[in-house]
Nanobody, 120 residues
């Protein structure tokens, strides 16, 4: 069984930093994209950081220069470093991994999400 698990959310003051981690666990053949999304109150889920197995990264303008995503393919993990946090960054953050299982079936696997609250 494949699972994607996030950790590292919490409460932080504006201007502060948080580090989120995501790990894919279980038996599978390969992971391609590992991405971070967020969904704030009343908002649609949006992409905040994307990374491919080759190390290419992509960010929307709303977080560019503040968020950094890094990936360890050997450990099947991806980390989102968030700096200069703003109240509008408050959201549930989700990790999604595109995984090919041992029967060569490929689909998206989502974590349950971790809450990030930016408030004074």
């Amino acid at each position: 069984q494949v699972q994607v698990v996030e950790s590292g959310g919490g409460l932080v003051q504006p201007g502060g930093s948080l580090r989120l981690s995501c790990r894919a666990a279980g038996r599978f053949f390969a992971i391609s994209d590992m991405n971070w999304y967020r969904q704030g109150p009343g908002n649609e889920r949006e992409l905040v950081a994307a990374t491919t197995s080759g190390g290419t990264t992509n960010y929307p303008d709303s977080v560019k220069g503040r968020f950094t995503v890094s990936r360890d393919n050997a450990k099947n993990t991806v980390v989102l470093q968030m700096n200069s946090l703003k109240p509008e960054d408050t959201a549930v953050y989700y990790c999604k991994a595109v995984i090919t299982t041992t029967n060569l079936s490929t689909r998206d696997y989502w974590g349950r999400g971790t809450q990030v609250t930016v408030s004074s």
